[in-house]
C-alpha cells in the first residue's frame, strides 16, 4: 500500500490535494494530513520516513516545506 504524507498549513489546500489524489490514483494507499511541518516532522519515527510521497509546502510558518524537505533527505542519508 503506497503511504502518502501531505503537510500544508491550510486545511482547504489539504482538501483539494486529497481530491486530486483520489482522482489520479488507481492503487490502495494511506493518506497521513498534517498542518504544520513541526507536527510531521515529530510524527516520524526515528527509523526514517515511513512515506513514499511527501508533498510539502513551500510556504509555512515555523518549519517551512524548503528546510523541512532539506531536514529528511538529511536524516534518509540523501544528497
Same mark, same amino acid.
Request: hydrophobic share 40%; aromatic share 8%.
Given at each position: 500500500?503506497? #503511504? +502518502?504524507? $501531505?503537510?500544508? &498549513?491550510?486545511? $482547504?489546500?489539504?482538501?483539494? $490535494?486529497?481530491?486530486? $489524489?483520489?482522482?489520479?490514483? #488507481?492503487?490502495?494507499? !494511506?493518506?497521513?494530513?498534517?498542518?504544520?511541518? #513541526?507536527?510531521?516532522?515529530?510524527?516520524?519515527? !526515528? +527509523?526514517?520516513?515511513?512515506? &513514499?510521497?511527501?508533498?510539502?509546502? +513551500?510556504?509555512?510558518?515555523?518549519? &517551512?516545506?524548503?528546510?523541512?524537505?532539506?531536514?529528511?533527505?538529511?536524516?534518509?542519508? !540523501?544528497?
Amino acid at each position: 500500500m503506497l #503511504k +502518502i504524507a $501531505i503537510c500544508e &498549513d491550510s486545511e $482547504i489546500f489539504v482538501e483539494i $490535494i486529497k481530491k486530486n $489524489i483520489e482522482t489520479i490514483l #488507481k492503487v490502495p494507499y !494511506e493518506l497521513h494530513p498534517f498542518l504544520s511541518g #513541526k507536527e510531521f516532522i515529530t510524527s516520524l519515527p !526515528e +527509523i526514517g520516513c515511513p512515506y &513514499d510521497i511527501v508533498f510539502l509546502d +513551500i510556504e509555512m510558518p515555523g518549519l &517551512d516545506g524548503i528546510t523541512l524537505g532539506r531536514r529528511l533527505r538529511q536524516e534518509l542519508g !540523501e544528497n
